[in-house]
Structures are given as structure tokens and as C-alpha cells.
Nanobody
Framework: QVQLVESGGGLVQAGGSLRLSCAAS????????MGWYRRAPGKQRELVAY???????NYADSMKGRFTISRDNAENTVYLQMNSLNPEDTAVYYC????????????????WGQGTQVTVSS
């Protein structure tokens, strides 16, 4: 069984920073792409950023230059460093990853974390 657990959310003032973490655990054979999504109140879930197994990154336009995604493959963890936060960044942030379990090495599945709340006050 594979699961993703996020941490690092909280309340921060505009202009501040937060660092989110997401650790994958369980019977993991290999982790492929890992990413972050968010859902703001009253809006649909949107991509924030993702990082491939080889380290290539991609960001949503509104996050470029402010957010940085990284991963520690030895720790099965992905991070999201968020700087220059503004109230529009208030949302629940979700970790997402494509993971092949030990019991099914040839068929990676997509997993979601439970989400972590980020609130930016003005």
C-alpha cells in the first residue's frame, strides 16, 4: 500500500514564504513524476508544478519565479518552496505522484495526498 502525506502548510502574511513537503511511503518500487496541485475556495483544482524522475521541472505561469519544486529521491519526498506569497495563493495544496508498487512494478498508478491548507493573509 502506497500513501502520500503532506506537511508544511499554515498561515503566513503576504510576502512571506512556506515550504511544503510530501513524503511517499509504503511498498514502493519506483516513483516517477511528482507534483503539486492546489484548489482555492470556489475554484477548480489547478496544477502548481511537477518534477520528473530525472529532475525536469514544469510550473504554472503564475508560479514561475516564486515557487520552486524539488525532490529527494532517497527520501521519496517532494518539496515546494513558495516565496512572495499573496492572498491569491490561499488554497489546499495537494501532492500527486505516479508510483509503481513492489507488487505491480510494470504498472505505475497515480496517487494523491490528503492536502494541506495554505492561508495567506493580506
Amino acid at each position: 500500500q502506497v500513501q502520500l502525506v503532506e506537511s508544511g502548510g499554515g498561515l503566513v502574511q503576504a510576502g512571506g514564504s512556506l515550504r511544503l513537503s510530501c513524503a511517499a511511503s509504503g511498498s514502493i518500487f519506483r516513483i516517477y513524476t511528482m507534483g503539486w496541485y492546489r484548489r482555492a475556495p470556489g475554484k477548480q483544482r489547478e496544477l502548481v508544478a511537477y518534477i520528473s524522475g530525472g529532475g525536469s521541472t514544469n510550473y504554472a505561469d503564475s508560479m514561475k519565479g516564486r515557487f520552486t519544486i524539488s525532490r529527494d529521491n532517497a527520501e521519496n519526498t517532494v518539496y515546494l518552496q513558495m516565496n512572495s506569497l499573496n492572498p491569491e495563493d490561499t488554497a489546499v495544496y495537494y501532492c500527486n505522484a505516479d508510483i509503481a508498487a513492489i507488487t505491480d512494478r510494470l504498472r505505475p498508478r497515480n496517487y494523491w495526498g490528503q492536502g494541506t491548507q495554505v492561508t495567506v493573509s493580506s
